[in-house]
T-cell receptor, first 112, second 109 residues
Framework: DGGITQSPKYLFRKEGQNVTLSCEQN?????MYWYRQDPGQGLRLIYY???????QKGDIAEGYSVSREKKESFPLTVTSAQKNPTAFYLC???????????FGPGTRLTVT | KQEVTQIPAALSVPEGENLVLNCSFT??????LQWFRQDPGKGLTSLLL?????REQTSGRLNASLDKSSGRSTLYIAASQPGDSATYLC????????FGQGTRLTINP
């Protein structure tokens, strides 16, 4: 079965701790994305990567970091510098030919 | 800056009705427009993708249209069912995908 997996589904952390969210895809897509979804704010782009070992900041990259060492994997680290990290995080990938995006099931992060 | 708007924010209709969800965007130079469905607490499921050169796409009971000149797209759902209840999001692609806030649809049995 081809798809995008995100783990864990729920994540709880104390304020001041860094946390890494996993995203893996077996669709052989070149591009991968991280979004954040907050109630009443829609989806906002954090980072994206079109090829291995290269990535670009999205609209709200401050306090986040990513890596793209393998085509299949695009982990997101939420650092202690992120002022309001509690949110629903969604990973996506796309086909370069059409840019149609496919999403994973999401990780709900709660920081207290 | 591209802005995407979806009206209404919420819609409730009885089962069996045909309905239309609206999406408008400010920059007509889009590459494509994508419609998604999101169930509570879940990720987004891609429903339809309309390339900029296309006018509409159909999948089962769903039909999406695109009018770039007026900056509008509609999602038509025929013979609605309770299982269609979800939030529907549209997103327009320019340099990046810009999402609307969504329409929360409830189909009442």
């Amino acid at each position: 079965d081809g798809g995008i997996t995100q783990s864990p589904k729920y994540l709880f952390r104390k304020e001041g701790q860094n946390v890494t969210l996993s995203c893996e895809q077996n669709l052989n897509h070149d591009a991968m994305y991280w979004y954040r979804q907050d109630p009443g704010q829609g989806l906002r782009l954090i980072y994206y990567s079109q090829i291995v070992n290269d990535f670009q900041k999205g609209d709200i990259a401050e306090g986040y970091s990513v890596s793209r060492e393998k085509k299949e994997s695009f982990p997101l680290t939420v650092t202690s510098a992120q002022k309001n990290p509690t949110a629903f995080y969604l990973c996506a990938s796309s086909i370069m030919a059409t840019y149609e995006q496919y999403f994973g099931p999401g990780t709900r992060l709660t920081v207290t | 800056k591209q802005e995407v708007t979806q009206i209404p924010a919420a819609l409730s209709v009885p089962e069996g009705e045909n309905l239309v969800l609206n999406c408008s965007f400010t920059d007509s130079a889009i590459y494509n427009l994508q419609w998604f469905r999101q169930d509570p607490g879940k990720g987004l499921t891609s429903l339809l993708l309309i390339q900029s050169s296309q006018r509409e796409q159909t999948s089962g009971r769903l039909n999406a249209s695109l009018d770039k000149s007026s900056g509008r797209s509609t999602l038509y759902i025929a013979a609605s069912q309770p299982g269609d209840s979800a939030t529907y999001l549209c997103a327009a692609l320019l340099q990046k995908l810009v999402f609307g806030q969504g329409t929360r649809l409830t189909i009442n049995p």
